[in-house]
């Protein structure tokens, strides 16, 4: 079970991104998805999660009202579509799956999450 990320790149303050990330082996059904962000020098920080479901979704209090995550499970991908995006939204972003039953709620923990993709840069720059 693989995940990898993509639609990373640089944008303008105010400008939006939607990053996508794609699972490979087992069905997605049955794993809720986290999006987390590292900064240099600054710990991980949670971004958003949904359950397997798609039913349950979370966000962060930094990101609320600008970022949507969604999912399509026959394309098995998760994305997170980011609107207003400002400077302090410079990151890696990284998206991580945890086997959880699909009517579950999501991770905010990262420790909870079993599978990690590789990250996409985000970078927020006039």
């Known amino acids: 079970f693989q995940l990898v990320e993509s639609g990373g790149g640089l944008v303008q303050p105010g400008g939006s991104l939607k990053l996508s990330c794609a699972a490979s082996?087992?069905?997605?059904?049955?794993?809720?998805i986290g999006w987390f962000r590292q900064a240099p020098g600054k710990e991980r920080e949670g971004v958003s999660c949904?359950?397997?479901?798609?039913?349950?979704?979370n966000y962060g209090d930094s990101v609320k009202g600008r970022f949507t995550i969604s999912r399509d499970n026959a394309k098995k991908t998760v994305y997170l579509e980011m609107n207003s995006l400002q400077p302090e939204d410079t990151a890696v972003y990284s998206c991580?799956?945890?086997?959880?039953?699909?009517?579950?709620?999501?991770?905010?923990?990262?420790?909870?999450?079993?599978?990690w993709g590789q990250g996409t840069q985000v970078t927020v720059s006039s």
């Open positions: 991580a799956a945890a086997r959880r039953p699909p009517w579950s709620g999501c991770l905010s923990d990262a420790g909870g999450y079993n599978y």
């Open positions: 082996g087992s069905s997605l059904d049955y794993y809720a």
């Open positions: 949904i359950s397997g479901s798609g039913g349950g979704t």
